[in-house]
């Protein structure tokens, strides 16, 4: 038995907690907020992020980080990405150098335009940064309905070990050495996630999201490339995969949010509605800014910025991706 530490309350954070009770590990569950520890401590379930998925009553609830992280051979980091530096810097002092960290957050920093285990790093130099990430709704893996993650990490022992604490028979892992390609497929997937519900909320219909989830995974791909990541771990789970279950699936937070901003309401009436965080509106922007870093055509994306942050209006943005000037599919692909 290995003592694991999960970092949130939310209900990501519920549902791998219990993958990883259920199978033999101690598990210790944290949440900064105390009215949170309480009510996961009497309720054992999270009505509003996790309902009807209850925590296992051997599971440790409690909003002290220090006692949370002490001795635990894998901690894992399941607070929203806007809030994964500040609990980066919490844990400072209190982990050992070599600390397998567990990012499971989708998103990038708008500021630095870093990933998640980038900041981890930057905050905790010396712990060994890990990413879980592929077509995983929390709703579903509470619920034990088969799942498949990939797990990037910089080495294949720590790969190893984070794959053995968390695959049992409805939760299987795969190992990747591309840690920077599984980040920024899981982030940029959100982005293209609202597009797909805003064509949803416009009235269009299977051939339109069809046409934007694969040029959107193009796009996706074009920019991994260009920052040095390999274009087969977008073909994988974290990339494709991913997309897929993020723009097609009623429990995406992000496709919902699109939804409502396509039938006319502001992205800030869109995210009180959903009531949830929709990490597509902070990736988009930093989408944005990256493709003009690294010189990358992003149509798709640069229209969800329109759309969002802009005021066009969404009918009118998707008429403009529709008359663009035409080209080849694959632009490597030339004629005899």
Not at 182 to 200: M, P, Q, R, T, Y
Not at 271 to 276: A, L, T, Y
Not at 305 to 321: C, H, S, W, Y
Request: charged share 25%; proline share 3%.
């Amino acid at each position: 038995m290995e003592k694991v530490t999960v970092l949130g309350g939310g209900g990501w954070a519920i549902a791998l907690a219990k993958v990883l009770y259920e199978n033999g590990n101690d598990v210790t569950l944290w949440s900064f907020l105390q009215k949170e520890v309480d009510m996961l401590t009497q309720e054992h379930e999270n009505k509003v992020g996790l309902p009807g998925v209850k925590i296992p009553k051997e599971v440790k609830i409690t909003n002290n980080i220090e006692e949370a992280v002490k001795d635990s051979k894998m901690i894992v980091m399941a607070v929203a990405s806007s809030f994964v530096r500040s609990t980066a810097k919490s844990l400072k002092g209190i982990v050992p150098e070599g600390q397998i960290i567990v990012d499971v957050a989708k998103g990038i920093e708008d500021e630095t335009l870093y990933t998640m285990t980038e900041i981890i790093e930057e905050e905790l130099p010396g712990v060994d940064a890990v990413v879980l990430s592929g077509p995983s709704h929390a709703e579903e893996v509470g619920l034990r309905i088969p799942t498949a993650v990939v797990i990037g990490a910089k080495t294949g022992d720590t790969a190893k070990t984070v794959q053995k604490l968390f695959a049992n028979n409805y939760f299987r892992t795969y190992a990747s050495p591309d840690r920077k390609s599984i980040e920024l497929g899981g982030s940029l997937k959100n982005v293209i996630a609202l597009a797909a519900g805003i064509i949803d909320g416009l009235g269009y219909g299977d051939n339109t999201e069809a046409a934007l989830i694969t040029r959107g995974i193009k796009e996706i791909t074009q920019l991994g490339v260009a920052m040095g990541g390999h274009s087969r771990t977008f073909h994988g789970l974290s990339g494709i995969g991913d997309l897929i279950v993020t723009c097609e699936s009623k429990h995406s937070r992000n496709r919902r949010a699109g939804i409502l901003i396509g039938k006319g309401y502001s992205l800030e009436e869109a995210v009180k509605e959903v009531n949830m965080v929709v990490e597509g509106a902070v990736s988009a922007k930093a989408a944005l800014k990256l493709a003009k870093k690294y010189n990358v055509s992003m149509p798709i994306v640069e229209a969800v910025n329109q759309v969002i942050f802009d005021g066009k209006p969404a009918r009118e943005a998707m008429t403009e991706l529709m008359n663009r000037e035409l080209t080849n599919e694959f632009t490597d692909l030339q004629w005899e």
